[in-house]
């Protein structure tokens, strides 16, 4: 029987669940590299070994995508719902969903996705000093001296400045989004896009062909009105020091790499995970605390819980002027845990 780590991130357009083999981290020339090597690229052995993974739509079902992840998840790794072939030594959660995720897998650590992030990138290059993070809805930029993250920044408001922006100027210009990548490295004179406002670039975009300039040139200024737009958004008054760990799933186009090495004229260093940092990083603090003895019997419920009836209610308390939202989940009918009152009264966890 392999034992392993289960990491979950639940993001609001991707939902990650990943099974980290328990024996830790390779050997340091196998995936560790130092300063020197920073500019190497995604083919980079990573220092952990993943016995499953899985990454799903959220498509605004969290429950639903969480059970599908857990299930492909656990086939990958061979141990279908049932067969025991693996055992979760312990379990973390991560992702704007990770409260429900948490409580639905049982997690033992359930953390922000910041620490997450960051702790995955360290393990991956320990001298990293710089994280930039873009996903679907939201990018991050996570500053890392010594091996703590001493500093961040989180951008949630402007859609230009991420990945779904990309997905729809794809769609729009007739394209597959891991087309956008190649595109943009074949620009011999990239426009500049007005990139401070996702209507206002779309607006641009247009523009800039009507005008007569190709589509490459067009998609290589967005990738660099993408970089302009989290640069400014996020990097203002910080140092942004090399190694750089580019994550998430917009670091797989090239075009955007490409745009982040000439704003900070350094490499970038892209892990071959990168879409699933999030969830190794939930696995990771999984393993820490349970190495620390902070878990001794994992709360995990099984990945029985991937066949389960799932649901999740709210109502409003009026039991003072606060009127909280508490949100209740259920399990194959029955009440397992309530959360998101600020005085306590309906606080239950299974």
Not at 74 to 93: C, H, M, N, T
Not at 164 to 190: C, I, M, N, Y
Request: with cysteine.
């Amino acid at each position: 029987m392999d034992e392993c780590y289960l990491g979950v991130d639940v993001g609001s357009v991707t939902t990650k669940v990943v099974l980290m083999a328990a024996e830790g981290l390779r050997p340091a020339d196998q995936g560790v590299r130092s300063v020197e090597t920073a500019g190497a690229r995604p083919n980079a052995a990573a220092p952990w070994r993943l016995l499953g993974q899985a990454c799903v739509p959220t498509s605004g079902q969290p429950l639903r995508a969480l059970q599908a992840a857990l299930g492909e998840a656990a086939g990958a790794s061979g141990d279908a719902v049932g067969r025991g072939r693996v055992r979760v030594l312990a379990a973390g959660a991560t992702g704007s969903g990770r409260t429900l995720a948490g409580t639905v897998v049982g997690a033992d650590v359930v953390k922000n996705e910041i620490t997450a992030h960051a702790l995955a990138a360290l393990r991956f290059e320990p001298a990293a000093q710089t994280v930039l993070e873009i996903g679907g809805q939201d990018s991050k930029l996570i500053i890392m001296r010594h091996g703590v993250a001493v500093d961040f920044a989180m951008n949630t408001v402007c859609a230009a400045g991420t990945g779904s922006f990309l997905d729809r100027q794809a769609s729009r210009l007739g394209l597959q989004v891991e087309d956008l990548g190649r595109l943009a490295l074949e620009a011999t004179h990239p426009v500049r896009i007005a990139g401070r406002c996702a209507v206002f670039a779309e607006s641009d975009m247009i523009h800039k062909q009507q005008v007569g300039h190709s589509v490459a040139d067009v998609v290589g200024g967005l990738c660099q009105a993408l970089v302009r737009n989290f640069l400014n958004n996020l990097a203002k008054g910080k140092d942004i020091l090399p190694p750089v760990i580019f994550q998430g799933g917009v670091a797989a186009n090239q075009g955007i790499v490409a745009a982040f090495e000439e704003a900070l004229e350094a490499d970038v260093i892209v892990p071959p995970d990168h879409h699933i940092m999030g969830a190794i990083g939930a696995a990771m603090l999984a393993q820490e605390a349970h190495l620390r003895g902070e878990v001794r019997q994992t709360a995990f419920r099984g990945f029985s819980v991937a066949e389960r009836q799932l649901e999740a209610r709210g109502f409003e308390c009026a039991n003072c002027a606060n009127r909280c939202e508490v949100v209740e989940l259920y399990i194959d009918g029955q009440v397992v845990a309530r959360w998101g009152g600020r005085c306590g009264r309906w606080e239950m966890v299974a």
